[in-house]
Protein backbone atom coordinates (compact mmCIF):
# COMPACT_ATOMS: atom_id res chain seq x y z
CA UNK A 1 0.00 0.00 0.00
CA UNK A 2 1.35 3.45 -0.65
CA UNK A 3 1.69 5.17 2.07
CA UNK A 4 -0.59 7.96 0.56
CA UNK A 5 -3.34 5.73 1.08
CA UNK A 6 -3.24 5.49 4.76
CA UNK A 7 -6.19 7.03 6.34
CA UNK A 8 -5.40 8.47 9.68
CA UNK A 9 -9.22 7.91 10.52
CA UNK A 10 -9.35 4.41 9.35
CA UNK A 11 -10.40 2.58 12.25
CA UNK A 12 -8.48 -0.60 11.17
CA UNK A 13 -5.48 1.28 11.54
CA UNK A 14 -5.99 3.80 14.46
CA UNK A 15 -8.48 2.06 16.63
CA UNK A 16 -7.85 5.06 18.93
CA UNK A 17 -8.66 8.01 16.86
CA UNK A 18 -12.27 7.82 18.43
CA UNK A 19 -10.27 9.17 21.97
CA UNK A 20 -10.14 12.92 21.73
CA UNK A 21 -7.73 14.13 24.38
CA UNK A 22 -8.83 17.05 26.61
CA UNK A 23 -5.68 19.17 29.00
CA UNK A 24 -7.53 20.89 31.49
CA UNK A 25 -5.35 20.18 34.16
CA UNK A 26 -2.53 20.79 32.11
CA UNK A 27 -3.78 24.14 30.63
CA UNK A 28 -5.17 25.89 33.55
CA UNK A 29 -2.78 24.77 36.27
CA UNK A 30 0.65 26.32 36.98
CA UNK A 31 3.67 23.86 35.31
CA UNK A 32 7.01 23.18 36.63
CA UNK A 33 9.06 25.46 34.10
CA UNK A 34 11.85 22.66 33.89
CA UNK A 35 10.60 19.57 31.36
CA UNK A 36 14.32 18.01 31.65
CA UNK A 37 13.29 14.48 33.42
CA UNK A 38 15.83 14.71 36.39
CA UNK A 39 14.72 14.18 40.23
CA UNK A 40 13.90 17.39 42.05
CA UNK A 41 12.28 19.67 44.24
CA UNK A 42 8.95 21.40 42.35
CA UNK A 43 7.81 24.49 43.68
CA UNK A 44 4.46 26.71 42.66
CA UNK A 45 3.94 24.05 40.51
CA UNK A 46 0.93 21.59 39.92
CA UNK A 47 2.78 19.33 37.77
CA UNK A 48 5.93 18.46 35.17
CA UNK A 49 5.65 17.13 31.70
CA UNK A 50 7.46 13.91 31.08
CA UNK A 51 7.63 11.27 28.42
CA UNK A 52 6.34 7.86 29.32
CA UNK A 53 9.45 5.23 28.71
CA UNK A 54 9.52 3.31 25.76
CA UNK A 55 8.97 -0.43 26.79
CA UNK A 56 11.16 -3.05 24.70
CA UNK A 57 9.13 -5.47 23.89
CA UNK A 58 5.10 -4.88 24.85
CA UNK A 59 2.65 -7.47 25.47
CA UNK A 60 -0.90 -7.17 26.39
CA UNK A 61 -1.54 -9.43 29.54
CA UNK A 62 -5.32 -8.18 29.67
CA UNK A 63 -8.18 -5.20 29.57
CA UNK A 64 -11.13 -4.95 31.14
CA UNK A 65 -14.16 -4.28 28.59
CA UNK A 66 -16.01 -2.61 30.09
CA UNK A 67 -13.70 0.08 31.56
CA UNK A 68 -12.65 -0.03 27.59
CA UNK A 69 -16.49 0.05 26.51
CA UNK A 70 -17.09 3.13 29.07
CA UNK A 71 -14.21 5.22 26.52
CA UNK A 72 -15.70 4.03 23.56
CA UNK A 73 -13.07 1.19 22.66
CA UNK A 74 -13.97 -2.56 21.69
CA UNK A 75 -12.20 -5.43 22.57
CA UNK A 76 -11.01 -5.32 18.91
CA UNK A 77 -9.97 -2.09 19.93
CA UNK A 78 -8.16 -3.32 22.65
CA UNK A 79 -6.50 -6.26 21.17
CA UNK A 80 -5.00 -3.65 18.08
CA UNK A 81 -1.50 -3.12 18.21
CA UNK A 82 -2.18 0.47 18.13
CA UNK A 83 -4.10 0.30 21.75
CA UNK A 84 -0.88 -2.49 23.06
CA UNK A 85 2.08 0.52 21.89
CA UNK A 86 -0.66 3.47 22.98
CA UNK A 87 -1.03 2.11 26.75
CA UNK A 88 2.62 0.31 26.90
CA UNK A 89 3.87 4.26 26.73
CA UNK A 90 5.71 3.89 23.40
CA UNK A 91 3.41 6.02 21.47
CA UNK A 92 1.73 9.72 22.01
CA UNK A 93 -1.68 9.90 20.71
CA UNK A 94 -2.73 13.85 19.45
CA UNK A 95 -4.03 16.12 22.19
CA UNK A 96 -2.11 14.24 25.04
CA UNK A 97 -0.07 16.31 26.81
CA UNK A 98 1.98 13.85 29.55
CA UNK A 99 2.49 15.01 32.96
CA UNK A 100 3.62 14.13 36.16
CA UNK A 101 0.82 15.35 39.74
CA UNK A 102 3.48 17.43 41.95
CA UNK A 103 2.12 16.30 45.60
CA UNK A 104 3.05 15.92 48.94
CA UNK A 105 1.62 13.38 51.71
CA UNK A 106 1.63 12.51 55.54
CA UNK A 107 3.24 8.53 54.91
CA UNK A 108 2.73 6.66 58.59
CA UNK A 109 1.53 9.34 60.53
CA UNK A 110 4.59 12.19 59.98
CA UNK A 111 4.93 14.33 56.80
CA UNK A 112 7.24 12.88 54.35
CA UNK A 113 7.45 16.34 52.24
CA UNK A 114 7.72 16.12 48.51
CA UNK A 115 6.36 12.68 47.30
CA UNK A 116 4.57 13.13 43.33
CA UNK A 117 3.68 10.61 40.81
CA UNK A 118 7.18 8.64 40.87
CA UNK A 119 5.93 6.18 38.52
CA UNK A 120 2.69 7.52 37.36
CA UNK A 121 2.01 9.30 34.05
CA UNK A 122 -1.17 11.40 33.34
CA UNK A 123 -1.92 11.13 29.47
CA UNK A 124 -4.85 13.39 29.18
CA UNK A 125 -8.53 13.40 29.63
CA UNK A 126 -11.48 11.79 27.49
CA UNK A 127 -14.93 11.86 27.47
CA UNK A 128 -16.53 8.42 28.50
CA UNK A 129 -20.17 7.47 27.05
CA UNK A 130 -22.02 9.13 30.38
CA UNK A 131 -20.15 12.25 29.04
CA UNK A 132 -17.65 12.54 31.93
CA UNK A 133 -13.83 12.94 31.45
CA UNK A 134 -11.89 10.31 32.78
CA UNK A 135 -8.17 11.06 32.89
CA UNK A 136 -5.95 7.96 31.77
CA UNK A 137 -2.80 7.38 33.39
CA UNK A 138 0.44 4.82 33.19
CA UNK A 139 1.67 3.22 36.48
CA UNK A 140 4.63 1.96 35.76
CA UNK A 141 6.00 3.95 32.85
CA UNK A 142 9.31 5.24 33.64
CA UNK A 143 11.35 7.95 35.52
CA UNK A 144 9.51 11.21 36.73
CA UNK A 145 10.60 14.23 38.62
CA UNK A 146 9.55 12.61 41.62
CA UNK A 147 10.78 9.23 41.07
CA UNK A 148 13.29 9.84 44.41
CA UNK A 149 15.41 6.94 45.10
CA UNK A 150 12.93 4.72 42.75
CA UNK A 151 12.95 3.76 39.15
CA UNK A 152 9.96 4.57 38.34
CA UNK A 153 8.57 1.10 36.90
CA UNK A 154 6.43 -1.44 38.46
CA UNK A 155 6.50 -5.37 38.15
CA UNK A 156 4.08 -7.24 36.92
CA UNK A 157 2.79 -9.19 40.25
CA UNK A 158 1.68 -5.51 41.87
CA UNK A 159 0.41 -4.93 38.54
CA UNK A 160 -1.83 -7.70 38.75
CA UNK A 161 -2.49 -7.17 41.82
CA UNK A 162 -3.91 -3.20 40.86
CA UNK A 163 -5.08 -4.08 37.37
CA UNK A 164 -8.54 -7.31 39.06
CA UNK A 165 -8.93 -5.30 42.28
CA UNK A 166 -9.62 -2.01 40.97
CA UNK A 167 -11.85 -4.25 38.63
CA UNK A 168 -13.18 -6.23 41.40
CA UNK A 169 -13.82 -2.88 43.57
CA UNK A 170 -15.65 -1.62 40.40
CA UNK A 171 -17.87 -4.16 40.40
CA UNK A 172 -18.80 -4.54 43.74
CA UNK A 173 -20.32 -0.88 43.64
CA UNK A 174 -17.20 0.72 45.84
CA UNK A 175 -15.47 3.99 44.52
CA UNK A 176 -12.45 3.40 43.06
CA UNK A 177 -10.06 4.32 40.35
CA UNK A 178 -10.37 1.69 37.66
CA UNK A 179 -7.85 -0.11 35.21
CA UNK A 180 -8.26 0.00 31.45
CA UNK A 181 -5.35 -2.49 30.86
CA UNK A 182 -2.43 -4.44 31.66
CA UNK A 183 0.68 -4.87 29.38
CA UNK A 184 4.39 -6.69 30.21
CA UNK A 185 6.94 -4.39 29.41
CA UNK A 186 8.96 -6.99 27.91
CA UNK A 187 11.72 -6.03 30.40
CA UNK A 188 13.15 -6.76 33.84
CA UNK A 189 12.77 -4.84 37.23
CA UNK A 190 14.72 -5.05 40.29
CA UNK A 191 12.47 -5.75 43.65
CA UNK A 192 13.49 -6.27 46.97
CA UNK A 193 10.40 -7.77 47.84
CA UNK A 194 10.89 -8.29 51.54
CA UNK A 195 13.61 -5.92 52.05
CA UNK A 196 15.37 -8.69 53.47
CA UNK A 197 18.75 -8.12 50.89
CA UNK A 198 17.84 -10.42 48.31
CA UNK A 199 16.94 -8.55 45.27
CA UNK A 200 15.32 -10.55 42.26
CA UNK A 201 14.72 -9.72 39.01
CA UNK A 202 11.11 -9.60 37.90
CA UNK A 203 8.63 -8.78 34.79
CA UNK A 204 7.99 -5.11 34.35
CA UNK A 205 4.39 -3.98 33.68
CA UNK A 206 2.65 -1.12 33.13
CA UNK A 207 -1.20 -0.74 33.99
CA UNK A 208 -3.61 2.11 32.06
CA UNK A 209 -5.67 3.43 35.46
CA UNK A 210 -8.76 5.20 34.37
CA UNK A 211 -10.52 7.88 36.92
CA UNK A 212 -11.91 11.67 36.49
CA UNK A 213 -9.21 13.04 38.87
CA UNK A 214 -5.88 11.30 40.76
CA UNK A 215 -5.91 14.04 42.88
CA UNK A 216 -5.15 13.54 46.49
CA UNK A 217 -5.28 15.04 49.55
CA UNK A 218 -1.36 15.40 49.17
CA UNK A 219 -1.36 17.78 45.94
CA UNK A 220 -3.39 20.52 48.67
CA UNK A 221 -0.77 19.58 51.99
CA UNK A 222 2.14 20.57 49.98
CA UNK A 223 1.38 23.75 48.90
CA UNK A 224 -0.08 24.81 52.48
CA UNK A 225 3.24 23.18 53.80
CA UNK A 226 5.34 25.26 51.69
CA UNK A 227 3.09 28.63 52.39
CA UNK A 228 2.31 28.92 48.51
CA UNK A 229 -1.18 30.16 49.57
CA UNK A 230 -1.75 31.05 45.68
CA UNK A 231 -1.24 27.94 43.79
CA UNK A 232 -3.46 26.33 46.48
CA UNK A 233 -6.37 28.48 46.32
CA UNK A 234 -6.02 27.46 41.86
CA UNK A 235 -5.81 24.28 42.78
CA UNK A 236 -8.71 23.88 45.11
CA UNK A 237 -10.61 26.55 42.51
CA UNK A 238 -10.03 23.91 39.95
CA UNK A 239 -10.92 20.47 41.69
CA UNK A 240 -14.10 22.43 42.69
CA UNK A 241 -15.51 24.15 39.28
CA UNK A 242 -14.74 20.46 37.28
CA UNK A 243 -14.97 17.72 40.07
CA UNK A 244 -17.30 18.97 42.31
CA UNK A 245 -19.46 21.79 40.07
CA UNK A 246 -22.36 21.46 42.00
CA UNK A 247 -21.17 23.61 44.82
CA UNK A 248 -21.17 26.49 42.61
CA UNK A 249 -18.71 29.53 42.28
CA UNK A 250 -15.68 29.39 44.45
CA UNK A 251 -15.83 31.49 48.30
CA UNK A 252 -15.22 30.99 51.51
CA UNK A 253 -18.58 29.04 52.22
CA UNK A 254 -18.03 26.75 48.93
CA UNK A 255 -14.95 25.68 50.56
CA UNK A 256 -16.44 24.95 53.66
CA UNK A 257 -19.06 23.04 51.46
CA UNK A 258 -16.57 21.19 49.37
CA UNK A 259 -14.63 19.90 52.62
CA UNK A 260 -17.83 18.86 54.02
CA UNK A 261 -18.51 16.79 50.88
CA UNK A 262 -15.29 15.37 50.73
CA UNK A 263 -15.49 13.53 54.32
CA UNK A 264 -19.06 12.17 53.42
CA UNK A 265 -17.50 10.85 50.70
CA UNK A 266 -14.69 9.67 52.62
CA UNK A 267 -16.51 8.50 55.12
CA UNK A 268 -19.01 6.33 52.13
CA UNK A 269 -15.77 4.58 51.12
CA UNK A 270 -14.34 3.52 53.90
CA UNK A 271 -17.89 2.30 55.29
CA UNK A 272 -17.61 0.21 51.90
CA UNK A 273 -14.41 -1.20 53.10
CA UNK A 274 -15.37 -2.47 56.53
CA UNK A 275 -18.80 -3.96 54.36
CA UNK A 276 -16.36 -6.35 52.13
CA UNK A 277 -13.86 -6.72 54.33
CA UNK A 278 -10.88 -4.68 52.31
CA UNK A 279 -7.70 -3.29 54.00
CA UNK A 280 -6.46 -0.99 51.78
CA UNK A 281 -2.81 -1.17 53.43
CA UNK A 282 -1.35 2.42 53.51
CA UNK A 283 -3.80 4.94 53.77
CA UNK A 284 -1.39 7.82 53.93
CA UNK A 285 -2.97 10.88 53.12
CA UNK A 286 -1.05 10.75 49.76
CA UNK A 287 -2.89 7.85 48.77
CA UNK A 288 -6.50 9.37 50.09
CA UNK A 289 -8.33 10.72 47.22
CA UNK A 290 -9.78 14.04 47.20
CA UNK A 291 -13.00 12.59 45.30
CA UNK A 292 -13.37 9.16 47.47
CA UNK A 293 -12.03 6.52 45.55
CA UNK A 294 -10.12 3.85 46.36
CA UNK A 295 -6.99 4.90 44.89
CA UNK A 296 -3.19 3.28 45.08
CA UNK A 297 -3.44 -0.44 45.61
CA UNK A 298 -0.29 -1.54 46.79
CA UNK A 299 0.23 -4.26 50.17
CA UNK A 300 -4.08 -4.35 50.40
CA UNK A 301 -5.90 -7.37 51.48
CA UNK A 302 -9.30 -8.78 51.84
CA UNK A 303 -9.86 -10.31 55.43
CA UNK A 304 -10.37 -14.19 55.23
CA UNK A 305 -10.64 -15.08 59.02
CA UNK A 306 -12.33 -12.17 60.81
CA UNK A 307 -9.92 -9.82 62.55
CA UNK A 308 -10.08 -6.19 63.07
CA UNK A 309 -6.34 -6.10 63.69
CA UNK A 310 -5.06 -7.67 60.76
CA UNK A 311 -3.25 -5.88 58.43
CA UNK A 312 -1.32 -7.25 55.05
CA UNK A 313 1.34 -5.00 55.28
CA UNK A 314 4.70 -6.49 56.50
CA UNK A 315 5.71 -2.64 56.55
CA UNK A 316 3.33 -1.54 59.25
CA UNK A 317 3.48 -4.92 61.28
CA UNK A 318 4.53 -3.54 64.05
CA UNK A 319 2.48 -0.39 64.66
CA UNK A 320 -0.45 -1.97 62.62
CA UNK A 321 -1.61 1.66 62.11
CA UNK A 322 -3.74 0.31 58.97
CA UNK A 323 -5.06 -2.63 60.47
CA UNK A 324 -8.79 -3.28 58.97
CA UNK A 325 -10.48 -2.05 62.19
CA UNK A 326 -8.39 1.05 62.35
CA UNK A 327 -9.42 2.24 58.99
CA UNK A 328 -12.16 4.43 59.81
CA UNK A 329 -10.03 6.96 62.41
CA UNK A 330 -7.55 7.34 60.18
CA UNK A 331 -10.06 7.83 57.38
CA UNK A 332 -10.55 10.76 59.79
CA UNK A 333 -7.11 11.35 60.87
CA UNK A 334 -6.31 12.15 57.26
CA UNK A 335 -9.12 14.65 56.86
CA UNK A 336 -7.67 16.71 59.75
CA UNK A 337 -4.75 17.01 57.79
CA UNK A 338 -6.61 17.91 55.30
CA UNK A 339 -8.51 20.62 56.95
CA UNK A 340 -5.44 21.88 58.08
CA UNK A 341 -4.17 21.91 54.45
CA UNK A 342 -6.97 24.96 53.06
CA UNK A 343 -7.32 26.43 56.30
CA UNK A 344 -5.76 29.41 54.65
CA UNK A 345 -8.35 29.44 52.36
CA UNK A 346 -10.75 29.98 55.34
CA UNK A 347 -9.37 31.17 58.17
CA UNK A 348 -11.64 30.21 60.65
CA UNK A 349 -10.98 27.39 62.39
CA UNK A 350 -14.92 26.60 64.10
CA UNK A 351 -16.41 25.60 61.17
CA UNK A 352 -13.27 23.36 59.73
CA UNK A 353 -13.19 21.66 63.69
CA UNK A 354 -17.43 21.29 63.54
CA UNK A 355 -17.28 19.56 59.90
CA UNK A 356 -14.49 16.97 61.12
CA UNK A 357 -16.76 16.52 64.51
CA UNK A 358 -19.60 15.85 62.05
CA UNK A 359 -17.54 13.26 60.62
CA UNK A 360 -17.94 11.10 63.43
CA UNK A 361 -21.72 11.09 63.14
CA UNK A 362 -22.04 10.71 59.80
CA UNK A 363 -19.42 8.06 59.32
CA UNK A 364 -21.33 6.39 62.26
CA UNK A 365 -25.01 6.74 60.21
CA UNK A 366 -23.67 5.14 56.92
CA UNK A 367 -22.15 2.55 59.08
CA UNK A 368 -25.45 1.44 60.90
CA UNK A 369 -26.80 1.55 57.54
CA UNK A 370 -24.36 -0.68 55.80
CA UNK A 371 -24.67 -3.18 59.51
CA UNK A 372 -28.82 -3.20 58.97
CA UNK A 373 -27.88 -3.95 55.38
CA UNK A 374 -25.66 -6.99 56.33
CA UNK A 375 -27.79 -8.25 58.29
CA UNK A 376 -31.10 -8.12 55.95
CA UNK A 377 -32.30 -5.42 58.54
CA UNK A 378 -34.83 -2.33 56.88
CA UNK A 379 -33.47 0.25 59.47
CA UNK A 380 -30.85 0.15 62.51
CA UNK A 381 -32.22 1.09 65.71
CA UNK A 382 -29.89 1.83 67.69
CA UNK A 383 -30.84 0.56 71.56
CA UNK A 384 -31.31 -3.45 70.17
CA UNK A 385 -28.86 -3.42 67.21
CA UNK A 386 -25.69 -1.49 68.79
CA UNK A 387 -25.55 -4.47 70.93
CA UNK A 388 -26.40 -7.24 68.57
CA UNK A 389 -23.45 -6.21 66.70
CA UNK A 390 -21.62 -5.78 69.40
CA UNK A 391 -22.40 -9.45 70.37
CA UNK A 392 -21.70 -10.27 66.59
CA UNK A 393 -18.27 -8.97 66.78
CA UNK A 394 -17.38 -11.44 69.67
CA UNK A 395 -19.11 -14.57 68.34
CA UNK A 396 -17.47 -13.89 65.17
CA UNK A 397 -13.78 -13.99 67.47
CA UNK A 398 -14.39 -17.07 69.01
CA UNK A 399 -13.03 -19.12 66.54
CA UNK A 400 -11.60 -18.31 62.85
CA UNK A 401 -14.37 -17.79 61.22
CA UNK A 402 -14.43 -16.51 57.30
CA UNK A 403 -16.10 -13.39 57.08
CA UNK A 404 -17.29 -13.19 53.72
CA UNK A 405 -18.55 -16.97 54.09
CA UNK A 406 -20.26 -16.18 57.31
CA UNK A 407 -22.53 -13.16 56.13
CA UNK A 408 -23.44 -15.13 53.14
CA UNK A 409 -24.58 -17.91 54.87
CA UNK A 410 -26.31 -15.83 57.64
CA UNK A 411 -28.92 -15.47 54.81
CA UNK A 412 -29.45 -19.49 55.03
CA UNK A 413 -30.64 -18.95 58.61
CA UNK A 414 -34.13 -19.28 58.59
CA UNK A 415 -35.60 -16.43 60.87
CA UNK A 416 -39.58 -17.14 60.55
CA UNK A 417 -41.65 -19.08 63.48
CA UNK A 418 -40.85 -22.46 62.46
CA UNK A 419 -37.47 -22.01 63.18
CA UNK A 420 -37.69 -21.14 66.36
CA UNK A 421 -37.84 -24.36 67.57
CA UNK A 422 -34.83 -25.30 66.18
CA UNK A 423 -32.25 -27.06 68.18
CA UNK A 424 -29.21 -26.16 68.55
CA UNK A 425 -27.29 -27.98 66.05
CA UNK A 426 -29.22 -27.29 63.50
CA UNK A 427 -29.63 -23.87 64.33
CA UNK A 428 -25.79 -23.66 63.69
CA UNK A 429 -25.74 -25.76 60.96
CA UNK A 430 -26.05 -23.54 57.79
CA UNK A 431 -22.72 -22.04 59.05
CA UNK A 432 -20.47 -24.54 59.31
CA UNK A 433 -18.94 -23.89 55.96
CA UNK A 434 -17.92 -20.03 57.86
CA UNK A 435 -15.21 -21.87 60.14
CA UNK A 436 -11.62 -22.14 59.40
CA UNK A 437 -11.84 -25.38 62.25
CA UNK A 438 -15.46 -26.30 62.93
CA UNK A 439 -14.02 -29.28 65.07
CA UNK A 440 -12.25 -27.16 67.62
CA UNK A 441 -15.37 -25.04 68.50
CA UNK A 442 -16.48 -25.68 71.97
CA UNK A 443 -19.50 -26.32 73.10
CA UNK A 444 -19.68 -23.15 74.97
CA UNK A 445 -18.74 -21.45 71.48
CA UNK A 446 -21.35 -23.03 69.68
CA UNK A 447 -24.11 -22.25 72.73
CA UNK A 448 -22.62 -18.42 72.33
CA UNK A 449 -23.23 -18.32 69.03
CA UNK A 450 -26.62 -19.48 69.23
CA UNK A 451 -27.72 -17.47 71.34
CA UNK A 452 -26.85 -14.98 68.88
CA UNK A 453 -28.98 -16.50 65.87
CA UNK A 454 -31.90 -16.38 68.66
CA UNK A 455 -31.82 -12.86 69.10
CA UNK A 456 -30.98 -12.27 65.96
CA UNK A 457 -33.97 -14.36 64.75
CA UNK A 458 -36.08 -12.64 66.79
CA UNK A 459 -34.74 -8.85 65.32
CA UNK A 460 -35.38 -10.08 62.41
CA UNK A 461 -38.93 -11.72 63.18
CA UNK A 462 -39.87 -7.91 64.77
CA UNK A 463 -40.00 -6.57 61.12
CA UNK A 464 -41.92 -9.45 59.47
CA UNK A 465 -39.45 -10.43 56.84
CA UNK A 466 -39.57 -13.39 54.98
CA UNK A 467 -36.61 -15.70 54.47
CA UNK A 468 -36.67 -15.18 50.92
CA UNK A 469 -36.93 -11.62 50.70
CA UNK A 470 -34.57 -11.42 53.67
CA UNK A 471 -31.81 -13.79 51.68
CA UNK A 472 -32.53 -11.15 48.60
CA UNK A 473 -31.58 -8.23 50.05
CA UNK A 474 -28.46 -9.84 51.65
CA UNK A 475 -26.55 -11.19 49.07
CA UNK A 476 -26.89 -7.53 47.17
CA UNK A 477 -24.52 -6.34 50.21
CA UNK A 478 -22.39 -9.12 51.39
CA UNK A 479 -20.51 -10.22 48.09
CA UNK A 480 -19.76 -14.37 47.48
CA UNK A 481 -17.20 -13.49 45.41
CA UNK A 482 -13.95 -11.16 46.50
CA UNK A 483 -10.14 -11.04 45.51
CA UNK A 484 -9.16 -12.89 48.31
CA UNK A 485 -5.19 -12.47 48.51
CA UNK A 486 -4.34 -16.37 47.73
CA UNK A 487 -6.60 -15.91 44.32
CA UNK A 488 -4.43 -12.86 43.25
CA UNK A 489 -1.32 -14.83 44.34
CA UNK A 490 -2.01 -17.95 42.51
CA UNK A 491 -2.94 -15.68 39.54
CA UNK A 492 0.24 -14.11 39.54
CA UNK A 493 2.17 -17.22 40.00
CA UNK A 494 0.74 -18.80 36.86
CA UNK A 495 1.59 -15.29 35.19
CA UNK A 496 5.31 -15.76 36.00
CA UNK A 497 4.99 -18.65 34.31
CA UNK A 498 3.62 -17.23 30.89
CA UNK A 499 0.28 -18.51 31.93
CA UNK A 500 -2.65 -15.26 32.11
CA UNK A 501 -5.64 -18.07 32.11
CA UNK A 502 -5.89 -16.82 35.74
CA UNK A 503 -6.35 -13.20 35.75
CA UNK A 504 -9.02 -13.55 32.71
CA UNK A 505 -11.03 -15.98 34.79
CA UNK A 506 -10.83 -14.06 38.08
CA UNK A 507 -11.54 -10.75 36.18
CA UNK A 508 -14.81 -12.86 34.49
CA UNK A 509 -15.85 -14.15 38.29
CA UNK A 510 -15.04 -10.59 39.75
CA UNK A 511 -17.64 -9.31 37.49
CA UNK A 512 -20.52 -10.66 39.37
CA UNK A 513 -19.86 -10.61 43.19
CA UNK A 514 -22.88 -10.83 44.25
CA UNK A 515 -24.72 -13.74 41.97
CA UNK A 516 -23.87 -17.21 43.02
CA UNK A 517 -21.64 -18.39 39.72
CA UNK A 518 -21.92 -22.54 40.50
CA UNK A 519 -19.14 -22.98 37.64
CA UNK A 520 -16.97 -20.71 39.75
CA UNK A 521 -17.53 -21.54 43.21
CA UNK A 522 -14.22 -22.74 44.39
CA UNK A 523 -13.40 -19.30 44.02
CA UNK A 524 -15.70 -18.43 46.70
CA UNK A 525 -13.53 -21.02 48.99
CA UNK A 526 -11.67 -19.85 52.53
CA UNK A 527 -7.97 -19.69 52.55
CA UNK A 528 -6.24 -22.90 52.17
CA UNK A 529 -4.20 -23.46 54.49
CA UNK A 530 -0.87 -23.39 52.43
CA UNK A 531 -1.96 -19.65 52.03
CA UNK A 532 -1.94 -19.31 56.07
CA UNK A 533 1.68 -17.40 55.95
CA UNK A 534 2.86 -17.70 52.27
CA UNK A 535 4.20 -14.35 51.08
CA UNK A 536 1.38 -12.65 49.14
CA UNK A 537 -1.06 -14.22 50.13
CA UNK A 538 -0.73 -13.26 53.88
CA UNK A 539 1.73 -10.40 54.13
CA UNK A 540 2.81 -8.14 51.32
CA UNK A 541 5.46 -5.33 51.39
CA UNK A 542 5.45 -2.39 50.01
CA UNK A 543 7.68 -3.30 47.51
CA UNK A 544 5.75 -3.13 44.08
P1 LIG B 1 2.81 4.53 47.55
O1 LIG B 1 2.64 4.75 49.02
O2 LIG B 1 3.28 3.16 47.19
O3 LIG B 1 1.57 4.89 46.79
O4 LIG B 1 3.98 5.49 47.03
C1 LIG B 1 4.60 6.49 47.76
C2 LIG B 1 5.46 7.36 46.87
O5 LIG B 1 6.52 6.60 46.31
C3 LIG B 1 4.74 8.00 45.69
O6 LIG B 1 5.27 9.26 45.50
C4 LIG B 1 5.10 7.09 44.53
O7 LIG B 1 5.05 7.73 43.29
C5 LIG B 1 6.53 6.71 44.89
N1 LIG B 1 6.96 5.43 44.30
C6 LIG B 1 6.55 4.19 44.65
N2 LIG B 1 7.15 3.27 43.90
C7 LIG B 1 7.96 3.91 43.03
C8 LIG B 1 8.87 3.52 41.98
N3 LIG B 1 9.07 2.26 41.68
N4 LIG B 1 9.50 4.49 41.32
C9 LIG B 1 9.32 5.78 41.62
N5 LIG B 1 8.51 6.23 42.58
C10 LIG B 1 7.84 5.31 43.28
MG1 LIG C 1 0.73 6.36 46.36
Avoid at 481 to 491: C, E, G, I
Avoid at 504 to 524: N, T
Wanted: proline share 6%; net charge negative; glycine share 6%.
Amino acid sequence: MNSDDINPNDPGINPLAVLHFQDRFTRELPADPETDNHRRQVHSACYSLVTPKTAANPALVAFSAEQAADIGLSPKDCESSQFLHVFAGNQLLPGMVPHAMCYGGHQFGHWAGQLGDGRAINLGEVEDIHGQLQMLQLKGAGETPYSRMADGLAVLRSSVREFLCSEAMFHLGIPTTRALSLITSGEQVVRDMFYDGRPQAEPGAIVCRVAPTFLRFGNYELFNARGDIDNLRKLVDYTIRHHFPHLGVPCKQTYLDWFKEVCERTADLVVHWMRVGFVHGVFNTDNTSITGLTIDYGPYGWIDNYDPDWTPNTTDATNKRYRFGHQPQIAQWNLLQLGNAIYPLINDVEPLQQILTDYVETYTQKWQQMRAGKLGLSSYQREADDDLNQQLQKILLLAETDMTIFYRKLADVSCEASASTLGDDDLFAPLMPAYYAPDALSKEDKKDICDWLRRYQQRVRQEGTSDAERKIRMNQINPKYVLRNYLAQQAIDKAHDGDYSLIHELLEVMRRPYDEQPQFEHYAAKRPDWARHKPGCSMLSCSS
